[in-house]
């Protein structure tokens, strides 16, 4: 029996390395990763998308030493690309790597036997198409990852509160005294960190907490994978530029669901009608969760009884201030929340109750006094409604990540009950298709003034904000332009009312027309306010 029909089925392998985690191997997995390596020795591989985020660097720290050749294509220059390349400078020297920026040659992925695809290549490009004609097998680093990793997988996946909710359940686990004892832990995908370059790390103890993009899991559908332990946040309207229409972008992220095993497990947002259907498409074991469980009853009707015959479990917010997290069926308290919780906002308190289901699996069972020392100690990640500094009694926060209307939406309504109207957000850039006519209105008496960068988007939000009376100013060529207007605006404003002013970089849009990308433009706005 080869190797690959040993571990075919993941979610029967990893029930083997839980229950008992010390229970005899008969091989060794490396042993097998090796087998399962010899795909890639002495090839050509293409790498299409070096980019400026962990993944392509990590994709040529694991290949460069396999190839026979490996070619790396970029369609930004080595300027834009600097930082990545003095990362891999070392490899360059010692393996043999081409380098081919500012364009993509046909005649590379003609040649090429593997190609490894970058997330934000489209489905459809003309190079990878090229590839296929010419008998190239096509990855991207998620699925391959999946393919090679032997042991637990836990996969986050939605538009919104999906990094946050993959950090919260990685603190989780990996605090846990009991689940640390048995078990080694990894945190990666599209939360920043590279998984492929961690998998000779791994091993059949290793539990791998997972951030999936809409682009990954369209390519692990694309190989009929899904993870152990799926979950799903939220779904709105997102990357339709590179999604053909809403149905491909939603079918994308039920992806990481629906080839799971009956050992498996999926955690579910009930509160959106497009995850619901998501409970009927995994043979897996399914936990929902809602905050709002009268009103699901509501809006499920005659529904309700289908659902609930359906799920292992519901937990939900009992009380008003969400802090005691029920469970439907076993009708007791599963987690009362710490008073000094770091994470502010109710969108986070969605976080918290989705990370909590996860961690309360029975796989898993993490104690509470774990779950009240991560709530109590983690404050967040960067570029989510981070706060930078005060200068002159005005705060400024870094909400970088919020490139749609719905997390603008969560950011204004924290910050006017902090602030009031006392807030001054900095927005635009490149339009994503974002219905701002409704952002503006819900932005309408909660905010002083709108500075502006240049962009399709800012023309956009500088027509609507004058239909709802909003100040707009701008547009505005750099960062230190439009933090040091905003910066101006507050204390002018402030001088009349003597309160408290916060400026919110919160742009609404896409960066790459003044920012190599959206933690560049973080990165500057940092820089700039700490220099102020």
């Not at 109750?353 to 069972?365: D, E, G, H, Q």
């Not at 870094?398 to 910050?415: H, W």
């Amino acid at each position: 029996m080869c190797c690959k029909r040993l571990f075919i089925s993941a979610g029967q392998l990893v029930r083997v390395a839980l229950y008992p985690p010390t229970l005899p191997l008969p091989f060794s997995p490396f042993i097998i990763l090796t087998v399962e390596l010899k795909e890639f020795k002495n090839k050509i591989i293409l790498i299409q998308g070096l980019g400026l985020n962990s993944g392509g660097v990590g994709m040529v720290k694991f290949f460069a030493p396999l190839a026979k050749k490996l070619i790396i294509t970029d369609l930004r220059n080595k300027q834009d690309l600097k930082p990545s390349l003095e990362e891999i400078a070392p490899l360059i020297e010692k393996y043999n790597i081409e380098l081919v920026l500012g364009e993509h040659r046909l005649k590379d992925f003609e040649k090429a036997d593997i190609v490894i695809r970058n997330p934000a290549v489209k489905p459809g490009n003309k190079y990878i198409e090229h590839a296929n004609k010419h008998s190239a097998k096509i990855y991207m680093e998620i699925s391959l990852f999946l393919s090679l990793f032997k042991g637990l997988s836990v996969g986050i996946t939605g538009t919104r509160g999906k990094s946050t909710t993959t950090a919260l359940i990685y603190e989780f686990l990996s605090s846990d005294k009991n689940l640390s004892l048995k078990h080694n832990f990894l945190l990666a995908g599209n939360i920043g960190k590279s998984a492929i370059i961690e998998l000779e790390h791994t091993d059949l103890q290793t539990i791998a907490v997972l951030e999936i993009s809409s682009f990954q899991a369209a390519t692990m559908r694309e190989n009929k994978q899904s993870v152990n332990v799926a979950v799903v946040t939220t779904i709105y309207p997102d990357h339709l530029n590179w999604h053909p229409n809403m149905q491909d972008y939603i079918q994308s992220k039920r992806a990481i669901l629906e080839f799971q095993t009956p050992n498996d497990f999926a955690v579910l947002n009930l509160d959106q009608p497009e995850i619901r259907e998501f409970v009927f498409a995994t043979k897996g074991k399914v936990y929902g969760y809602t905050m709002d469980l009268p009103k699901l009853k509501q809006d499920l009707g005659t529904s309700w009884n289908k659902l609930k015959a359906k799920v292992e479990d519901i937990f939900y917010y009992k009380d008003k201030d969400f802090s005691l997290i029920f469970s439907l069926f076993a009708k007791k308290l599963i987690y009362k929340l710490p008073q000094d919780i770091k994470l502010k906002g109710v969108h986070n308190r969605q976080n918290i109750l989705s990370a909590t289901v996860v961690a309360k699996l029975p796989i898993f069972n993490v104690e509470e006094r774990t779950l009240t020392k991560v709530l109590t100690t983690f404050s967040g990640l960067p570029g989510r409604q981070e706060y930078i500094a005060t200068k002159q009694n005005i705060d400024f926060y870094n909400d970088t990540t919020a490139t749609m209307d719905v997390a603008v939406k969560a950011a204004v309504k924290r910050f006017y009950q902090e602030y009031k109207n006392n807030v001054i957000f900095i927005m635009g850039g490149v339009d994503k298709g974002i219905n701002y006519a409704s952002l503006l209105k819900f932005m309408k008496g909660k905010v002083s003034a709108i500075v502006l960068f240049e962009g399709s988007a800012s023309e956009k939000i500088k027509k609507g904000a004058q239909d709802f009376g909003i100040k707009t100013f701008g547009f505005y060529d750099s960062m230190q332009k439009a933090v040091e207007k905003a910066f101006s605006l507050a204390k002018q404003m402030q001088k009349t009312n003597n309160n408290k002013f916060a400026v919110v970089l919160s742009p609404a849009a896409a960066s790459f027309n003044m920012f190599l990308n959206e933690w560049d433009r973080a990165k500057k706005f940092v820089e700039v306010v700490k220099g102020l």
